[in-house]
Every structure is written in C-alpha cells, then in structure tokens.
C-alpha cells in the first residue's frame, strides 16, 4: 500500500465539521469515487467528525490518499485525547447513544465505508480510521 | 449569525436548504419554523433539500424533529429534492425519517400539501 498524499485537518470545534466534509468531498473527488461512493465517504466524515468535538472535546482528522492494486482509496483517522469509550460493543450497537444523538453516527459510518476500525479506552482517547476504495 | 429563510404561501410555509448546513443553523431553523407555524397557524411545512448533497444524522434528526412538532401543531411536512445519492445513503445509515411525507420535488410537494388528509 503507497500513501500517495496525505495531511491533517483541526476538529476541535462545532464548524470544523462542516469544513471537515468539504475537505473530505475535495479529496474523495480527487481519488476519483463515484458520486454515491464521495456522499458516504462525506456522510461517514460528517458523523465522526462530530463525534470527535462533542465526545471526544476536539481533536484532529488525518487523511490520506492511498494506492492498493491499482485502486485508489481515501483513509480518514478521526482522534482526541477525551474520555474514551467504556464499552466498544456497546458503542457499535445500533440506536445506542451515550449523548442525545440518534446513536447511528459509529454504525452507520461503518456501514458506509469499506473498512472501519475504532481502538478506544476509558481515559486513552478514541481512534477512528475508515477508508473507502475506488 | 446565518438564518435560513422561510418563505409564507398563504398557510404553507416553503424552506429551501441551499447551503452546507452547520449544527447550530440546523437548530435555529428548527426554531424559527416552530415560531413560524405557530404565528400564521400554518396547515403545511415544505423543505426543499435539493441543494443538500449530504443529510447526515444530525441534519436528519432535525428534519424529523420538525416534522414532529409541526404534527403536534396541526401541519404537516413534507420533505422535497432529495438527491439519489442521498437517498442512498440515508438508507444506508439506518435514517429512516419517520413521520416525514416526501416527494420529487416542489410542484408534488405543494400539490400534495393542498390535498385533504386521508382521514382513519
């Protein structure tokens, strides 16, 4: 796997999350996903972006531009350095929220991906990378 | 601060979403639109959404958080121009909009908010 491009973008408060999905939409245009494939890539930003500054008190979106087997793919890794998450397999659960969200912003931007990981521990901070292939 | 704005047609009240929605302007049209309903006893809420190219949880929670209240006040919402990609995401997402009407686009959207209520 090349790294073809990558770098860092602040999401530490509420209206980075809107520039967080036009940055995301710019660089899922540019790896060349189709349009359905750039909207959930941009939805999925969308959803982790705000959970990073309202759970995780703000922090930082690292994006890369990567090339695999003659595809291209897009890998976003939301992080911060909050509170963490208590119980993983709650949190990927549908319809549960810890806030007063609707509790579909982990699991439905997993399903929106092709590949999700969340590494998270009570006081560690929350790590989630996604990535979508051409 | 930003507002969207809401347009009055007699007792429908027309909303089009032309721009890349932050929380808080989601919050205030949800309030404005409350007020709004209220202040011209309103019978019908129109959201065109043509100009969104994403609805994700939060914007879509809104929606039906409007949609509810507007209920509550005798009105009903209907929700227009939602994009296919969109669509399709949505669905993906597990949103499903409950107690929001939708159609294609603002001429079904107005026809169908001028046609009596299917009675139980």
């Known amino acids: ?9 602040d999401v530490t408060a509420e209206q980075h999350v809107v520039l967080a999905r036009q940055l995301v939409r710019r660089l899922a245009v540019q790896c060349g996903l189709r349009l359905v494939d750039q909207t959930k890539v941009v939805t999925a ?20 531009i990567l090339d695999r087997d003659g595809r291209t ?12 998450i208590p119980n993983l397999d709650l949190a990927m659960t549908d319809g549960w929220t810890s806030g007063s969200g609707l509790g579909l912003g982990l699991t439905g931007a997993r399903r929106l991906v092709d590949e999700f990981e969340l590494d998270s521990a009570p006081g560690a901070g929350t790590r989630v990378s996604i990535i979508k292939w051409t | 601060m930003d507002r969207i704005p ?4 007699g007792d429908l009240l027309l909303v ?12 205030r049209l949800q309030d ?12 019908g809420v129109l959201i065109d959404i043509s100009g969104l190219d994403i609805v994700d949880s939060f914007i879509g929670r809104m929606i039906s958080t ?11 919402t209907v929700l227009v121009g939602m994009q296919p990609a969109v669509a ?14 939708t159609a294609l686009d603002v001429d079904r959207g107005m026809r169908l908010l001028r046609t009596p209520r299917d009675t139980p």
């Open chain 1, 73 to 84: 793919g897009l890998r976003l890794l939301f992080r911060d350095e909050g509170p963490g």
């Open chain 1, 45 to 64: 930003a969308s959803e982790l972006a705000r959970n990073t500054v309202i759970y995780g008190g703000g922090g930082a979106m690292d994006w890369a």
């Open chain 2, 16 to 27: 089009t979403i032309q721009v890349d929605m932050h929380d808080q302007l989601a919050l």
């Open chain 2, 66 to 76: 409007i949609a509810g209240l507007a209920s509550i006040m005798d009105a009903r």
């Open chain 2, 88 to 101: 399709i995401t949505l669905v993906e997402l597990g949103l499903t909009l409950p107690g929001v009407e």
């Open chain 1, 1 to 9: 796997m090349i790294v073809r491009e990558s770098g860092t973008h």
């Open chain 2, 32 to 43: 404005d639109l409350t007020e709004q309903i209220r202040a011209i006893s309103a019978r």
């Open chain 2, 6 to 9: 809401i347009l009055k047609m």
